[in-house]
């Protein structure tokens, strides 16, 4: 080091930083300093060092600065990895969930500090599962990285690109106009349409769907800037996938899934609090069958406030089919219905069918047939007292994973209904594939059989076939006893509805 400079010691963009240090050290000749910056070795590597100075004065009165440097380079490298780590996805290097919320609170601030205009999008791939489940995990790994370097390249420069979790990332374009921001959007939605995964020499198209939120001075918060960004994304899936919703605040149908929103944490706060409870309502015969004595009724579900007060199932399920709760409230019916059935032998012996509602998704949940069968297995429920309802819409919509649940539990000596049958376009072409043993008539033709005779006949062809392939017909909404004579005129078997009996808490039976 003799002869040189002390500025070819520094790294280059660290020499005015060391001026200015060095300057401020004979400033305060009386101060130790601390500084760190870095320094090229001889050999051209670089190094973080930690240095330590002070100004030393000799007898003459000249002063020099003394200074003693410890390399820090491994210790410099350790943090920042461990700060990469905390702000970045693993799996994509990307930017993480945590880091994302950080930086749009930042840019919040700044559109209310300033008046700017900036944009989030929300995507969320629609394909994803059925790589996952068919090429397994390592591939659906994979695809995400390959992904986060197809969208990398799609942004501009100054926006943050990240993965929020699952097959969603989010971007934050920051002084971006709501125009330019669909522009940026619709980039990354045709590069990941055209984009095809190769696994395995099987080739895989995806798609992506979508939800854009303006961030003004106007936005609430960036909880609730992720909230409209989830809903709009949502919105996209439902109009058809592949596409992009921007979110605006008079926007119904995005309301309406605010609102399913937060029926979604009141369900999970019932659930956790035990506050459902079971209701029954009467099926009447109108028909004489040999094998038909005893109690007909089905079980219906409500949810208790904190202040008692009891909800109908119409406010809550919506957001529990669309939001994959309903598995776990069929689970939670099927479990206190069977426990109940137990703990009362006497009804248990006259109960000719008791009827549990099931939802699309448990028709497709091998774990959720398994748990039916153990129930059987651990009760000793006679299989024949319990009927399974299934929505006619539900079973067309899982028809092969239907045909399998129904076939698995009718082995048992399970029955099965058809519920809302006639609402369907193919209503008559699929019920030779289900095996069912009722047909409920859907109420929108039912209550009107005393007036239209559309209605009258429909009602009329759905009992005719149901007779024609012995499946017993039940007739929901009867109201009055003009419809009631009017189903027996017709031969239906069962009636239902609040012109029989209104639902009742399931206590009343015993």
């Not at 015969?285 to 949810?303: S, V």
Request: glycine share 6%.
């Amino acid at each position: 080091l003799t002869g040189n400079s002390i500025v070819n010691v520094f790294y280059k963009d660290d020499v005015q930083t060391a001026l200015e240090y060095l300057h401020q050290c004979f400033a305060e000749p009386d101060t130790v300093h601390h500084w760190e910056l870095r320094m090229v070795r001889a050999d051209g590597l670089i190094l973080w060092v930690r240095e330590t100075a002070r100004v030393v004065t000799d007898t003459q009165g000249e002063s020099t600065a003394l200074i003693v440097c410890e390399d820090i380079t491994e210790i410099r490298q350790l943090t920042e990895q461990l700060s990469f780590q905390a702000s970045h996805d693993a799996l994509t290097g990307l930017v993480n969930r945590r880091e994302f919320e950080h930086r749009l609170q930042r840019v919040l601030d700044t559109a209310r500090n300033e008046q700017t205009e900036h944009a989030l999008c929300y995507l969320d791939l629609d394909q994803f599962k059925v790589i996952n489940d068919t090429c397994g995990h390592v591939a659906g790994d994979e695809l995400l990285r390959q992904l986060g370097s197809l969208l990398q390249k799609e942004i501009r420069k100054r926006d943050t690109l990240a993965r929020l979790g699952g097959d969603e990332f989010g971007v934050l374009m920051e002084h971006c106009s709501l125009k330019q921001a669909k522009r940026v959007a619709t980039k990354l939605r045709k590069a990941i349409e055209a984009f095809r995964f190769v696994w395995e020499e099987r080739s895989f198209a995806i798609g992506v769907s979508i939800g854009l939120v303006p961030i003004t001075a106007t936005s609430m918060n960036t909880i609730e800037i992720l909230k409209q960004a989830d809903a709009a994304c949502y919105a996209a899936k439902d109009r058809g996938r592949n596409r992009i919703h921007v979110y605006h605040q008079d926007d119904t149908e995005l309301a309406q899934r605010h609102g399913e929103m937060q029926w979604v944490a009141q369900i999970n706060r019932a659930l956790e609090e035990d506050r459902f409870c079971l209701y029954m309502q009467t099926i009447k015969p109108l028909l004489a069958h040999a094998d038909d004595t005893g109690d007909h009724y089905e079980l219906l579900l409500r949810m208790r406030e904190e202040d008692k007060r009891l909800i109908p199932p119409g406010a809550f399920l919506p957001a529990a089919e669309r939001y994959n709760l309903s598995t776990r409230l069929d689970r939670w019916v099927l479990d206190h219905a069977f426990d109940w059935l137990l703990g009362n032998p006497g009804h248990l012996e006259r109960l000719a069918h008791c009827a549990i509602n099931l939802s699309g998704l448990s028709l497709g949940d091998d774990e959720f047939l398994e748990h039916v069968i153990a129930r059987f297995e651990e009760t000793g429920i006679p299989p024949g007292k319990i009927c399974f309802e299934v929505t006619e819409t539900a079973a067309i919509a899982n028809l092969s994973s239907a045909t399998v649940f129904i076939k698995a539990l009718k082995e048992l000596g399970c029955q099965f209904a058809l519920d809302d049958f006639g609402s369907g376009l193919s209503s008559f072409a699929y019920l030779k594939t289900l095996p069912v043993d009722y047909l409920k008539i859907d109420g929108m033709f039912v209550k009107n059989i005393e007036t239209d005779r559309i209605d009258l006949a429909m009602v009329k062809s759905i009992n005719d076939i149901g007779k024609v392939m012995n499946i017993r017909t039940i007739a929901e909404f009867v109201e009055n006893d003009g419809i009631l004579e009017k189903l027996k005129e017709i031969g239906v078997d069962y009636a239902q509805g609040f012109g029989i009996a209104k639902p009742q808490p399931i206590e009343s039976m015993m």
